[in-house]
């Protein structure tokens, strides 16, 4: 058995486009493997032995076929193969089964012939292949005639995709005046067709748009630059179009474009040119320092860094001192600012040279000359009406305080700078000078003292004097004239202050009392050395003596030791101080020497009430006893002023209340008062106190003769009615004018109630209270009244008929 060989053979059929190709596949198994061969002598032995006419055949495993291939995007179903065992003899016995990647979803087999089918369009891009399965069984015992298989569908491609750019979009910049050939950009595009299958996926790079400036290569697409010397002040940006074919650019490719934004970056290869070779500029010749005069611009095509300047003006000439120029950093202009005062009436024309220089210089494209360039600026002044301009600016005078007046300080001057020359007229300024100390001349400007100056009082003067012209705008100026009052000696020395010296009972002789001081408005200038003496006498003063202590100082010394306040309290001590002036002045002030009973510590007390005894030279419990009657005295006093204007208040009311009114004796009691009684009738109250109605203070005597009147008015009336009633014409008119007066004077009668009403007013609760005013006799329960009792009535009736009699 070792030299058996057994072929089992396969058969493919495969179909391409166009082409039939049977392919066969031949399995050899070498005798020589001895681990298949005793497995097959096993097998025949063990048939042998049990007497089996049939001989098995080996089973051969994990076969490997070759590969299938089947167009991509071919919508028809069609046989793309065929797989067909040996042990086929076409009875239909063998039965083909297919499994693996698209097995009954993309591919499937004909189970009876073999035959491999495609269900639907492939697309290569998807997936490339497929790794099947196919197994051949015996449909009778339904065992496997050939070992399962494995082969490979290879899907093949077809120019289906377009190239794609990648990385859109492309922008690029590079700078200008580069050399030819420099690299700008690169794209990439890529095409999803299989790169191993022909030329599909083979693309070629060309330029659409862009020529003659770039250029591309085809393979790798590489941008360059073609053209040389790319200006970018002629254009800045160019837009190149790229187009990508596969196909290798063959007919019947696909293609697609892309385009690349190119822009030029600057360089500084321009320099700066003005755009004139002469700029005027006016300016008036008031015009402050740092006014600017005028602007300048040099054109320069670069842009930023490249096309920043500096601007001078050329040092040459004599001019450039007047004037500065500065670059402005946001326009690059020259900006030209005055830097000294200007003067018609010296010079009235500048003319010089300004100069723009690149700050950044490239030698790689122009030269160094090229990068400035100059002009010449050319500045006229203005005339202008000025105000008068004075000789001097500082004007510093002095003058002793003693200086009589009209004295003669100096002179200031001023001149108009015009070509005109007005006259000037000079005055001082009454702010400046408010007490009015000093004149001056309106014509030359002489200033003199005009009245009595005093250092201590005022020691400097500045004075404000105005230039001003006196003919056409008036223009004026203004300057300060300093003055400086010198000292003399005109002032005494004093002390420095109320001193107010004691002397212990206690004191030693030999002792310091009190040091003192003094003080000088003056200023002298080798300062104050002031001297301390007392006044010459006959006899030397025996209790004190004055020691200068040459410092500006004296001290008080106790002569004695035996000071006492039995002896004596006070002692009056003058003192003479005198100045180092020329001449010296000295003045004399006498002191209060106190003696005082001294507290342990030395102290003499100085305030309170012990110190007002010991000044008056009385004990202290004598001063006290005073202040204790003094405040005694006070109070009582105070007293008897208060129970006095009491009772004048209480004499003043009662004379008030008893006070009657100056009325006949029949009216007055009937007037007083009246009002209803409990049972209803009238009730008349004579013995009530009387009220009498407010005095007018200006018509008292009026009034009084007035009444008289009345009274006899009365008098007549009552003796004639008993022949006329209340129905004649003589009573009613007599009736109506005491109405008018009634109404017209609140000062007459009729009373009713004097108590409580002092004027008959529209505001009472019960109205008028006047009976003429009433027209009948009932009583009005219902009215309010003021009065504490019950009811009013009107008076005794004055007309209509009544039982009642009637007394005035």
């Given at each position: 058995?070792?030299?058996?060989?057994?072929i089992?053979?396969?058969?493919?059929?495969?179909?391409?486009?166009?082409?039939?190709?049977v392919?066969?596949?031949?399995?050899?198994?070498?005798g020589?493997v001895?681990?298949?061969?005793r497995?097959?002598?096993?097998?025949?032995?063990?048939?042998?032995?049990?007497?089996?006419?049939?001989?098995?055949?080996r089973l051969?495993?994990?076969?490997?076929w070759k590969?299938?291939?089947?167009p991509?995007?071919?919508?028809?179903?069609?046989?793309?193969?065929?797989?067909?065992?040996?042990?086929?003899?076409?009875?239909?016995?063998?039965?083909y089964?297919l499994?693996?990647?698209?097995?009954?979803?993309?591919?499937?087999?004909?189970e009876?012939?073999?035959?491999?089918?495609?269900?639907?369009?492939?697309?290569?891009?998807?997936?490339?292949?497929?790794?099947l399965?196919a197994?051949?069984i015996?449909?009778r015992?339904n065992?496997?005639?050939?070992?399962?298989?494995?082969?490979?569908?290879?899907?093949?491609?077809?120019?289906?995709?377009?190239?794609?750019?990648?990385?859109?979009?492309?922008?690029?910049?590079?700078p200008?005046?580069?050399?030819?050939?420099?690299?700008?950009?690169?794209?990439t595009?890529?095409?999803a067709d299989?790169?191993m299958?022909?030329?599909?996926?083979?693309?070629?790079?060309?330029?659409l748009?862009?020529?003659?400036?770039?250029?591309?290569?085809?393979k790798?697409?590489?941008?360059?630059?073609?053209?040389?010397?790319?200006?970018r002040?002629a254009?800045?940006?160019?837009?190149?179009?790229?187009?990508?074919?596969?196909?290798?650019g063959l007919?019947?490719?696909?293609?697609s474009s892309?385009?690349?934004?190119?822009?030029?970056?600057d360089?500084?290869?321009?320099?700066?040119?003005?755009?004139?070779?002469?700029?005027?500029?006016?300016?008036?010749?008031?015009a402050?320092?740092?006014?600017?005069?005028g602007?300048?611009m040099a054109?320069?095509?670069?842009?930023?860094?490249?096309?920043?300047?500096?601007?001078?003006l050329?040092d040459?000439?004599?001019?450039?001192?007047?004037?500065?120029?500065?670059?402005?950093p946001?326009?690059?202009?020259g900006v030209v600012?005055?830097?000294?005062?200007?003067?018609?009436?010296?010079?009235?024309?500048?003319?010089?040279?300004?100069?723009?220089?690149?700050?950044?210089?490239?030698?790689r494209f122009?030269?160094?000359?090229d990068?400035?360039?100059?002009t010449?600026?050319?500045i006229?002044v203005?005339?202008?009406?000025?105000?008068?301009?004075?000789?001097?600016?500082?004007?510093?005078?002095?003058?002793?305080?003693?200086?009589?007046?009209?004295?003669?300080?100096?002179?200031?001057?001023?001149?108009?700078?015009?070509?005109?020359?007005?006259?000037?007229?000079?005055?001082l300024?009454?702010?400046s000078?408010?007490?009015?100390?000093?004149?001056i001349?309106?014509?030359?400007?002489?200033i003199?003292?005009?009245?009595?100056?005093?250092?201590?009082?005022?020691n400097?003067?500045?004075?404000?004097?105005?230039?001003?012209?006196t003919?056409?705008?008036?223009?004026?100026?203004?300057?300060?004239?300093?003055?400086?009052?010198?000292?003399?000696?005109?002032n005494?020395?004093?002390?420095?202050?109320?001193?107010?010296?004691?002397i212990?009972?206690?004191?030693?002789?030999?002792?310091?009392?009190?040091?003192?001081?003094?003080?000088?408005?003056?200023?002298?200038?080798?300062g104050?050395?002031?001297?301390f003496?007392?006044?010459?006498?006959?006899?030397?003063?025996?209790?004190?003596?004055?020691?200068?202590?040459?410092?500006?100082t004296?001290?008080?010394?106790?002569?004695?030791?035996?000071?006492?306040r039995?002896d004596?309290?006070?002692?009056?001590?003058?003192?003479?101080?005198?100045?180092?002036?020329?001449?010296?002045?000295s003045s004399?002030?006498?002191?209060?020497?106190?003696?005082?009973?001294?507290?342990?510590?030395?102290?003499?007390p100085t305030?309170?009430?012990?110190?007002?005894a010991?000044?008056?030279?009385?004990?202290?419990?004598t001063?006290?006893?005073?202040?204790?009657?003094?405040?005694?005295?006070?109070?009582?006093?105070?007293?008897?002023?208060?129970?006095?204007?009491?009772r004048?208040?209480?004499?003043?009311?009662?004379?008030?209340?008893?006070k009657?009114?100056?009325?006949?004796?029949?009216v007055?009691s009937k007037v007083?008062?009246?009002?209803e009684?409990v049972?209803?009738?009238v009730?008349?109250?004579?013995?009530?106190?009387?009220?009498?109605l407010?005095?007018?203070?200006?018509?008292r005597?009026?009034?009084?003769?007035?009444?008289?009147?009345?009274?006899?008015s009365i008098?007549?009336?009552?003796?004639?009615?008993h022949?006329?009633?209340?129905?004649?014409?003589?009573?009613?008119?007599?009736?109506?004018?005491?109405?008018?007066?009634?109404d017209?004077?609140?000062?007459?009668?009729?009373?009713?109630?004097l108590k409580?009403y002092?004027?008959?007013?529209?505001?009472t609760?019960?109205?008028?209270?006047?009976s003429?005013?009433?027209?009948?006799?009932?009583?009005?329960?219902?009215q309010?009244?003021?009065?504490?009792?019950?009811y009013?009535?009107?008076l005794?009736?004055?007309?209509?008929?009544?039982?009642?009699?009637?007394?005035?």
């Amino acid at each position: 058995m070792g030299g058996v060989e057994e072929i089992h053979r396969w058969t493919v059929k495969m179909s391409t486009p166009g082409v039939l190709a049977v392919v066969t596949f031949f399995s050899m198994i070498p005798g020589g493997v001895l681990s298949d061969m005793r497995c097959t002598q096993g097998l025949e032995a063990q048939h042998f032995a049990q007497g089996s006419t049939h001989l098995h055949r080996r089973l051969k495993r994990d076969w490997i076929w070759k590969q299938l291939f089947v167009p991509e995007e071919d919508p028809t179903p069609r046989v793309i193969g065929q797989l067909k065992s040996d042990y086929d003899q076409g009875e239909y016995s063998i039965k083909y089964i297919l499994s693996g990647e698209g097995a009954g979803d993309v591919f499937e087999i004909d189970e009876y012939s073999g035959e491999i089918r495609t269900l639907k369009k492939l697309d290569r891009e998807e997936k490339a292949f497929y790794v099947l399965q196919a197994q051949a069984i015996n449909r009778r015992s339904n065992e496997p005639e050939e070992p399962q298989s494995e082969f490979i569908i290879q899907v093949q491609d077809i120019n289906d995709n377009v190239p794609q750019f990648q990385n859109e979009p492309y922008v690029s910049s590079i700078p200008e005046m580069c050399p030819t050939g420099t690299r700008v950009a690169q794209v990439t595009a890529t095409d999803a067709d299989d790169p191993m299958f022909g030329n599909n996926a083979k693309l070629i790079y060309s330029i659409l748009q862009g020529e003659p400036y770039f250029s591309v290569e085809p393979k790798t697409g590489i941008i360059l630059t073609s053209w040389p010397h790319m200006d970018r002040e002629a254009r800045e940006q160019y837009l190149v179009v790229v187009q990508v074919k596969d196909m290798l650019g063959l007919s019947g490719g696909y293609s697609s474009s892309t385009t690349v934004t190119v822009s030029l970056t600057d360089v500084n290869d321009n320099g700066p040119t003005f755009q004139h070779h002469m700029y005027t500029f006016a300016i008036p010749e008031n015009a402050a320092m740092g006014t600017t005069v005028g602007r300048i611009m040099a054109e320069d095509g670069d842009i930023g860094i490249n096309a920043r300047m500096t601007y001078t003006l050329n040092d040459d000439l004599e001019e450039s001192s007047t004037f500065i120029i500065k670059t402005d950093p946001v326009t690059q202009e020259g900006v030209v600012l005055l830097a000294q005062p200007l003067d018609y009436e010296t010079k009235r024309r500048f003319v010089m040279a300004a100069e723009a220089v690149n700050d950044h210089i490239d030698t790689r494209f122009l030269t160094l000359d090229d990068f400035r360039d100059r002009t010449t600026l050319k500045i006229v002044v203005e005339d202008v009406d000025e105000p008068p301009v004075f000789l001097s600016q500082v004007y510093w005078w002095k003058v002793p305080e003693n200086a009589a007046v009209g004295t003669v300080l100096g002179s200031v001057s001023a001149r108009d700078t015009d070509t005109v020359g007005n006259p000037i007229r000079y005055s001082l300024d009454k702010r400046s000078d408010t007490t009015k100390d000093f004149n001056i001349d309106p014509k030359n400007g002489t200033i003199t003292v005009a009245r009595t100056l005093d250092r201590e009082t005022t020691n400097w003067h500045n004075v404000t004097v105005e230039a001003k012209e006196t003919v056409q705008n008036h223009l004026s100026s203004f300057l300060v004239v300093f003055i400086k009052v010198l000292d003399i000696n005109d002032n005494v020395p004093r002390l420095a202050r109320d001193y107010q010296p004691y002397i212990c009972e206690g004191t030693q002789a030999g002792e310091i009392i009190q040091v003192l001081s003094a003080v000088d408005p003056d200023d002298p200038v080798e300062g104050h050395h002031f001297y301390f003496s007392m006044v010459p006498a006959n006899h030397i003063n025996p209790n004190f003596t004055i020691r200068d202590n040459q410092d500006n100082t004296a001290s008080i010394v106790a002569r004695r030791s035996t000071f006492t306040r039995k002896d004596r309290t006070q002692y009056l001590l003058p003192v003479v101080m005198t100045d180092s002036g020329s001449p010296a002045l000295s003045s004399t002030s006498t002191l209060t020497i106190s003696v005082c009973s001294c507290q342990p510590a030395g102290h003499c007390p100085t305030g309170g009430v012990e110190a007002l005894a010991l000044s008056m030279g009385v004990s202290l419990q004598t001063l006290l006893g005073l202040l204790f009657c003094l405040v005694t005295l006070t109070v009582l006093s105070i007293i008897m002023l208060k129970v006095r204007r009491h009772r004048r208040k209480q004499q003043e009311g009662h004379d008030v209340e008893v006070k009657e009114l100056e009325l006949p004796e029949t009216v007055s009691s009937k007037v007083l008062y009246y009002g209803e009684s409990v049972d209803g009738g009238v009730d008349l109250d004579f013995g009530h106190s009387v009220v009498p109605l407010r005095h007018h203070p200006h018509r008292r005597r009026e009034r009084r003769l007035w009444r008289d009147d009345v009274r006899a008015s009365i008098r007549m009336s009552l003796r004639e009615s008993h022949l006329i009633g209340p129905e004649d014409d003589v009573f009613r008119q007599f009736i109506l004018d005491r109405l008018a007066e009634a109404d017209q004077d609140p000062h007459v009668p009729p009373f009713d109630c004097l108590k409580i009403y002092a004027n008959e007013g529209s505001e009472t609760p019960t109205g008028s209270l006047s009976s003429l005013a009433s027209s009948t006799f009932e009583i009005e329960p219902e009215q309010p009244v003021c009065n504490p009792r019950p009811y009013l009535v009107r008076l005794t009736p004055w007309y209509g008929g009544g039982e009642e009699d009637t007394i005035f």
